[in-house]
């Protein structure tokens, strides 16, 4: 059978082999388990390494290591392990190694709970780390997608030299649904010249580094890295549109949210309410060019989100006040309704009417 | 080589692969028991997975007169903790309740039933294996035995019969249960196991040839909300 039936954590570690990833460096967290457990069993079967590290500031540390030995290498955790994490990304980013870094994400702050949460939104597309950096984030919907995102973030993460995040909410991680493991899309990529692999005696030694105490070589580095993500934000956003086209309100939603979003959607057309979606793939870069796309029948924008509202705040920069904007969420591991959604429409279309 | 339930069987196991559809079958075979029996018992002693276990629809189940017990005291979800309830230990005592046990997946899962397995009457009790070759770990007839193997080591009791259970969730086909039967009919010819059950999703039992193995059991998904079913 081509198909397989597979719980998302397994499909994203299985994809992560599939794409080339061939060092794992983890640390149990509910509820991404699944990942490091698969990798354990399955990394040495592909010839590559999985080891336990004792914290998550070990594990991403040991990520910056091998990528800086030019491996294909991923983490994974769940939402406090990754704040853990966040001062190894900033150096992985300033000394321009690439990676990817798989956030299953669960109800905050502290501790929070192991149920499914967004809640990490401002922790992915801000970072939690120090400094003027960015790391593209990708949020799937579903396995599939979770799989062909994985599978091509190692891709992205070379060509850029640069993190990228696979951001999925506990349910992403946990549920199932049948996949299928295409080919992974190609980039031209330039040999890894830079990596630390030795010098056999023929050349000055490669480092891995993101000290710069001169401060003009600092800024002069910043703006190189700005380049970076500026050709990101023009290349690598990635978005859905769903029923926009007559739409008088819109909803932006992405993960586990959009899914709701997309049945409740389909509720309220049922009865006679034009609603529709943007639905980011990417979260950072976050898909601005999607909102230009949007007729002069849109009447209001609604973000709804598994967490008290940060992405939001994004669809307000991205409206720019040419429409209000509303908010609808749920938090804690708590999953709305479709009804609530449905309701929140209904009132938001009153109150700009 | 199939055979009728066991009528005698009191006490229902549930072991396999996690992703089998262990839970929803549990349901299923509860909700299926409590027409014809009055005193009925649900036991999740699930410690793998965080998610998606029989004990969060309690409510429907104890709609239907079901005790549900649960492996954690008091709260059905948001802790993963291996922690068991001595409850369970009544319905597998009085001799009379019939008891669905849906154990955890794999068998680390299995190995919770290691604790009670001396109280456990061979005659009242079957052990079934649920089987999904739709799941990568289970494709084959050969990874079916060795996890049968490795369950029973876990747990210190014998898998008696297998349950065919191979589905996509709502994109199953006809031919995913037929190579499902294919799979389980295979395993049964090496390890002498029957064929109890095959579990069908609720859309293709229409659509179903007349020679699989064992009681057809329609599964309509309990645990998956609306807004699962792939878009």
């Known amino acids: 059978m081509e198909k397989v039936l597979m719980k998302g954590n397994e499909a994203i570690a299985q994809a992560a082999i599939h794409g080339g990833c061939r060092y794992f460096f983890g640390y149990p967290i509910t509820p991404q388990n699944e990942i490091p457990e698969y990798m354990s069993r399955e990394m040495p079967k592909a010839g590559g390494v999985f080891l336990q590290a004792e914290s998550e500031v ?114 992403i991680g946990q549920m199932m649904e049948p996949v299928v493991f295409h080919e992974t899309p190609k980039r031209e990529l330039e040999p890894k010249t830079w990596a630390t692999t030795g010098t056999g005696g023929k050349r000055a030694p490669n480092i891995i580094n993101s000290l710069h105490l001169d401060p003009a070589n600092l800024e002069k580095h910043n703006l190189h890295l700005q380049q970076k993500y500026a050709r990101m934000r023009a290349e690598e956003t990635r978005y859905e549109l769903y029923q926009v086209d ?27 309410v034009k609603a529709g979606m943007i639905r980011p793939i990417s979260v950072w870069p976050f898909p601005q060019a999607a909102f230009d796309q949007l007729g002069s029948q849109v009447r209001a924008l609604m973000s709804v989100e598994l967490s ?34 449905v309701d929140a429409c209904r009132s938001m279309l009153e109150e700009v009417a | 080589m199939s055979a009728k339930a066991n009528e005698q069987a009191r006490i229902i196991i549930l072991t396999g692969h996690y992703g089998s559809g262990k839970s929803e079958l549990s349901i299923q075979l509860a909700l299926k028991l409590a027409q014809q029996h009055a005193a009925v018992a649900l036991v999740d002693v699930d410690v793998v997975n965080p998610y998606f276990r029989s004990r969060e629809r309690r409510a ?52 919770v039933l290691s604790s009670f397995r001396r109280l456990l009457d061979p005659r009242q009790t079957e052990v079934l294996c649920v089987v999904n070759a739709a799941r990568p770990q289970t494709a084959d007839a050969r990874a079916v035995i060795d996890q049968i193997a490795a369950i029973e080591q876990a747990s210190g009791l014998k898998v008696t019969a297998l349950i065919n259970n191979t589905h996509l969730l709502e994109h199953t ?26 579990g069908v999703t609720e859309h293709v039992c229409s659509d179903l040839p007349a020679d699989l193995a064992g009681e057809i059991i329609p599964i309509s998904m309990h645990l998956r909300e609306s807004w699962m079913k792939s878009s």
């Open chain 1, 58 to 171: 070990a594990a991403i540390n040991m990520v910056y290591g091998a990528a800086g030995a030019g491996a294909r290498v991923m983490t994974s955790s769940s939402s406090p392990g990754i704040a853990l994490k966040q001062e190894g990304i900033s150096y992985i980013v300033g000394s321009e190694v690439p990676c990817v870094i798989v956030n299953i994400s669960r109800g905050g702050p502290g501790l929070g709970g192991i149920q499914p949460a967004q809640s990490d939104y401002n922790q992915s597309t801000r970072g939690g780390g120090n400094g003027d950096y960015n790391i593209i984030v990708f949020a799937p919907a579903n396995i599939q997608e979770a799989v062909d995102l994985t599978a091509e973030a190692f891709e992205i993460a070379d060509f850029y030299r640069n993190p990228v995040m696979i951001l999925g909410d506990g349910m």
């Open chain 1, 246 to 272: 007559d739409a008088e309100l819109v909803f932006v939603a992405y993960g586990t949210a959009s899914r709701i979003v997309r049945n409740a959607i389909i509720q309220l057309r049922e009865t006679g």
């Open chain 1, 308 to 341: 008290c509202g940060q992405m939001v705040d994004d669809v307000r920069i991205a409206a720019a006040g040419r429409w209000p904007v509303g908010f609808y969420g749920r938090s804690g591991g708590m999953i709305p309704a479709q009804h609530e959604i």
């Open chain 2, 60 to 111: 429907l189940l104890e709609e239907h007169g079901i005790r549900v017990i649960a492996n954690t005291l008091g709260v059905d979800q948001g802790v993963d903790l291996p922690a068991i309830s001595a409850e369970i230990y009544a319905p597998l005592r009085d001799g009379h309740t019939r008891t669905v046990v849906d154990a955890g997946g794999d068998p680390v899962g299995a190995r």
């Open chain 2, 173 to 198: 086909e006809r031919l995913h249960v037929e190579a499902g039967d294919d799979v389980c009919r295979e395993v049964s010819r090496q390890s002498g196991l029957p064929i109890r059950y095959t």
